[in-house]
């Protein structure tokens, strides 16, 4: 008697990391922002990317059957081309690039996740603190372009979630926000864009400023988005009526996420309220599976940082003083934490 049981589902993930990489290196060569808006035929792309002709058609059909690419005919004079998909978020012209955030993974974590068993045994980081270099914060801060690199690349894949936030909260009620940790300025220029009568803070280290304030400038919005320099693990947080944290907390170790809501909640007046937004892991732990694996992401990162369920977020909230609290929804498998003072 044949089983039922099929084994495809193991084996699609056992060998995930083969279309994975496929995808990661197209980005990396520039295979979309090099078709841009053209058609072109695997010897004119494989020629313009500078592979060797064994490279065609494999890499490029390949790209094609797990439909990032599109091709118009067969055989060696067929034309490829982008998905849309592909044209907004895969060519580096595009204004939605999220490309970025692809050119670390293949970078920087490919490597560093093949220690995952190393990790898991000793809890501690596998990434360039194991080999005697700098973390990856301490090194990001210590370069101005490489910082500005890594903003836009966690740009990329931010903005949905901070358009969704901007479009789904309830911001009738505060006059002021802080976001924590902000980077580049996004989530304040993406909820000023939509709420006028809103006054933001992008608070950041001072050797983010720079990059903030041209991002608020390029989006026109000087008078009502400013910047503040420092760290929120030494100074004071802005008082706001609304402080937020996009993808802040989970880098941290239970200690200092307690301090940074601690912070939070002195800075907020009665009725403020103080927003997270992650990948946050279901309650059960049986469903987002990226918020696991995110959370996997942060040990071999920051050995002891860990992402969170939303019963995690209220129960430390609670401790810190925070009465009242709710889950919404954002894009994919991201969600924000709102706890109110």
Request: hydrophobic share 45%.
């Amino acid at each position: 008697m044949t089983s039922s049981l099929n084994p495809s589902s193991i084996l699609q993930t056992a060998f995930g990391f083969w279309g994975s990489k496929v995808l990661l290196t197209a980005v990396e060569m520039g295979v979309f922002t090099t078709l841009g808006r053209r058609r072109l035929t695997g010897a004119e792309l494989g020629k313009a990317l500078r592979l060797h002709p064994r490279a065609n058609p494999d890499f490029f059909d390949a790209l094609v059957a797990m439909k990032f690419l599109d091709r118009d005919g067969d055989g060696p004079q067929a034309k490829y081309f982008n998905t849309p998909e592909g044209a907004m978020f895969l060519d580096a012209a595009s204004p939605r690039y999220i490309g970025g955030i692809l050119v670390m993974l293949n970078e920087r974590l490919f490597k560093f996740w093949n220690d995952l068993p190393e990790a898991l045994r000793t809890g501690r980081p596998q990434n360039e603190i194991k080999h005697g270099q700098k973390g990856m914060f301490e090194e990001l801060y210590s370069d101005l372009p490489r910082l500005e690199q890594f903003m836009g690349a966690m740009t990329g894949i931010s903005r949905i979630n901070f358009e969704t936030f901007a479009e789904k909260f309830d911001f009738s009620t505060f006059q002021t926000l802080c976001d924590v940790g902000g980077a580049t300025g996004l989530l304040s220029i993406e909820v000023a864009k939509r709420h006028p009568h809103l006054t933001c803070t992008s608070f950041d280290l001072p050797a983010v400023e720079p990059i903030a304030k041209k991002h608020i400038a390029a989006a026109g919005l000087e008078h009502r988005v400013r910047t503040a320099a420092g760290d929120f693990f030494k100074d004071r947080l802005p008082k706001a009526d609304l402080i937020t944290m996009g993808m802040i907390l989970h880098d941290w170790n239970l200690e200092k996420k307690m301090h940074l809501i601690r912070s939070a909640y002195e800075a907020l007046p009665l009725g403020g309220a103080l927003v997270t937004i992650e990948a946050l892991i279901d309650d059960a732990r049986r469903e987002n599976v990226q918020g696991l694996l995110m959370s996997l992401n942060m040990l071999i990162e920051f050995g002891d940082a860990f992402d969170y369920s939303g019963a995690d977020f209220f129960r430390w909230c609670s401790e810190a003083g925070f009465t009242r609290f709710e889950i919404i929804h954002l894009a994919g498998p991201s969600s924000a934490a709102v706890a109110y003072k």
